[in-house]
């Protein structure tokens, strides 16, 4: 069998971190830690590979969209000389860029797998050396052919990941769907839906960075409409709305129905998800959702609120029109949403 070739990418984040005096900071020179701290990569049992090192590692709290089409434009200059590509990042935006590759990629079928860790591998208990070598030889079987994100003991799709514990090992779910692949003594392949065939629009062009202001609101009790308006004012393009359930929100307030209508109205595309982990927003279901929809909301179905916020991201990179990119975001594209 012809050994697999993989492309490391090291972002940034708290895998390469060092301590400082103001705490744990973003460093270089990952390629000798990894030498130092984790010699197995080199074993012959796992796959080659090529380390590229961002000149200035990012803490990915500070990451912007812009980063992510940065990431999207190395892979796809990169895709013809590996078999798969290992992405390391910092924790706190990794699910949004993981969200983000797996539709910029388009119907690109190389592995790509978002990868970190909660303690830096500078130190002696860091989950760092377990994530990677998971990713690797998870690469290395030929099994992923999309954008995901190893992590723990766990490989889920990129697009159906969310960040859920700030400490513990465990830090990422995609809690309505299931893993791609378990990882205990054996890498336990699930059986879950295939990535479909056509990505569509996203098949077809390529996004190409632009400045996008889309928002994202959480729906509270007593949300003031004129927060609204406000975003509405900033040039938002689109909100994320993050409603109650399966797509409540205070619809007896006249003045929210009011600013949404204005909001819509004015070519703002508002997609609806929940603030619930697990579920999906059915705008019909309840009078409360309905109105929502009356006013112009679409929905997002069972989508993270990262996956929303990215998509909208990647279809308004496109040049498309509102109603290009309302009825795209209620289309499954990259397995992100099930839409029945």
């Given at each position: 069998m012809t050994r697999k070739t993989v492309s490391i990418?090291?972002?940034?984040?708290?895998?390469g971190m060092r301590p400082s005096a103001r705490g744990y900071v973003p460093a270089g020179d990952l390629g000798a830690l990894l030498e130092e701290r984790l010699p197995?990569?080199?074993a012959d049992s796992m796959p080659?590979?090529?380390?590229?090192?961002?000149?200035?590692?990012?803490?990915?709290?500070?990451?912007?969209?812009?980063?992510?089409?940065?990431?999207?434009?190395?892979?796809?200059?990169a895709d013809d000389r590996f078999d798969g590509f290992v992405v390391i990042h910092g924790t706190d935006t990794l699910a949004y860029t993981a969200s983000a590759l797996s539709f910029l990629l388009g119907e690109r079928a190389k592995p790509v797998i978002v990868t970190g860790s909660q303690i830096p591998l500078c130190e002696v208990r860091s989950?760092?050396?377990?994530?990677?070598?998971?990713?690797?030889?998870?690469?290395?079987?030929?099994?992923?052919?999309?954008?995901?994100?190893?992590?723990?003991?766990?490989?889920?799709?990129?697009n159906r990941t969310t960040k859920v514990n700030a400490t513990e090992l465990e830090a990422f779910d995609s809690p309505n769907f299931p893993p791609l692949a378990e990882i205990g003594t054996h890498i336990r392949f699930g059986e879950v839906n295939a990535l479909p065939a056509d990505a569509g629009v996203l098949g077809r062009q390529t996004p190409a960075y632009r400045d996008c202001n889309i928002a994202v609101l959480p729906i509270?009790?007593?949300?003031?409409?004129?927060?609204?308006?406000?975003?509405?004012?900033?040039?938002?393009?689109?909100i994320v709305l993050s409603c109650y359930g399966v797509g409540t929100a205070p619809t007896a307030d006249p003045a929210f129905l009011a600013a949404l209508r204005r909001a819509c109205d004015a070519g703002v595309i508002v997609v609806a998800v929940s603030q619930c982990l697990e579920g999906r927003v059915l705008l019909g279901r309840y009078a409360a959702g309905s109105a929502l929809a009356d006013m112009g909301a679409v929905s997002g179905f069972d989508m993270t609120a990262e996956a929303a916020f990215t998509k909208l991201h990647a279809l308004f990179a496109l040049g498309l029109g509102r109603d290009a990119v309302a009825r795209h975001m209620q289309e499954n594209l990259r397995g992100e949403l099930t839409a029945a």
């Open positions: 990418i090291y972002t940034g984040g708290t895998l197995e990569l080199g080659a590979y090529a380390l590229t090192e961002y000149e200035r590692p990012l803490e990915s709290s500070n990451a912007t969209p812009r980063h992510w089409y940065d990431l999207a434009d190395r892979i796809r200059g989950d760092a050396p377990g994530n990677l070598i998971n990713a690797m030889q998870v690469i290395a079987t030929g099994r992923i052919a999309e954008v995901a994100v190893g992590f723990g003991s766990t490989i889920r799709r990129g509270f009790p007593g949300m003031p409409a004129r927060l609204i308006d406000a975003t509405v004012e900033t040039g938002a393009c689109g």
